[in-house]
């Protein structure tokens, strides 16, 4: 994926070009793209005037940066014990070949669905289960997470 300059340059000017201001400008960076894109973290550096390992360690350190394109849609499929124990190995595989994800974790290459394991979510008397975005989907199975994907492509259609 490759950002547009201008789109870098003018988030870039709301920041004071000083090293204090690094954190911010990459979490702008991340509010616009919804991810840091390199050459958006290396402008950001040079912006502040740090160098770019700096804003590798920085980007790295916190949880809160992503380095990696995020889906419109995200999937977590809760990988916990209960979950396991109930089917989410399959579970998560079905997600995979219905969102023809090529690597194990990560994001369609049209960018309109991240998928991810997570530990226990909290609901095991519901296993096994996938958050999607900020809702939680419990009693899962395969043909469910079929529809579940069916639907949400219909939504980010253009
Ligand atoms: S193990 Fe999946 S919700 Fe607890």
């Given at each position: 994926?490759?950002?547009?300059?201008?789109?870098?340059?003018?988030?870039?000017?709301?920041?004071?070009?000083?090293?204090?201001?690094?954190?911010?400008?990459?979490?702008?960076?991340?509010?616009?793209?919804?991810f840091?894109?390199?050459?958006?973290?290396?402008?950001?550096?040079?912006?502040?005037?740090?160098?770019?390992?700096?804003?590798?360690?920085?980007a790295?350190?916190?949880?809160?940066?992503?380095?990696?394109?995020?889906?419109?849609?995200?999937?977590?499929?809760?990988?916990?014990?209960a979950?396991?124990?109930?089917?989410?190995?399959?579970?998560?595989?079905k997600?995979?070949r219905?969102?023809?994800?090529?690597?194990?974790?990560?994001?369609?290459?049209?960018?309109?669905?991240?998928?991810?394991?997570?530990?226990?979510?909290?609901?095991?008397?519901?296993?096994?289960?996938?958050?999607?975005?900020?809702?939680?989907h419990?009693?899962?199975?395969?043909?469910?997470?079929?529809?579940?994907?069916?639907v949400?492509?219909?939504?980010?259609?253009?």
């Amino acid at each position: 994926m490759s950002v547009s300059f201008a789109r870098v340059e003018a988030i870039l000017e709301r920041f004071p070009p000083s090293p204090e201001h690094l954190i911010e400008a990459l979490q702008g960076i991340q509010a616009e793209f919804n991810f840091i894109p390199p050459e958006a973290l290396r402008a950001a550096c040079q912006h502040v005037g740090v160098p770019e390992s700096r804003g590798w360690a920085v980007a790295t350190f916190y949880k809160a940066f992503r380095l990696e394109p995020k889906g419109e849609h995200d999937i977590s499929v809760c990988m916990g014990t209960a979950c396991h124990v109930r089917g989410a190995a399959n579970l998560y595989q079905k997600f995979r070949r219905q969102l023809e994800l090529e690597n194990e974790e990560g994001t369609t290459r049209d960018l309109k669905f991240s998928l991810s394991k997570v530990r226990c979510l909290g609901c095991c008397s519901m296993a096994p289960v996938a958050k999607v975005d900020e809702e939680i989907h419990g009693d899962l199975n395969q043909r469910k997470a079929g529809s579940l994907v069916k639907v949400l492509e219909r939504e980010v259609e253009p």
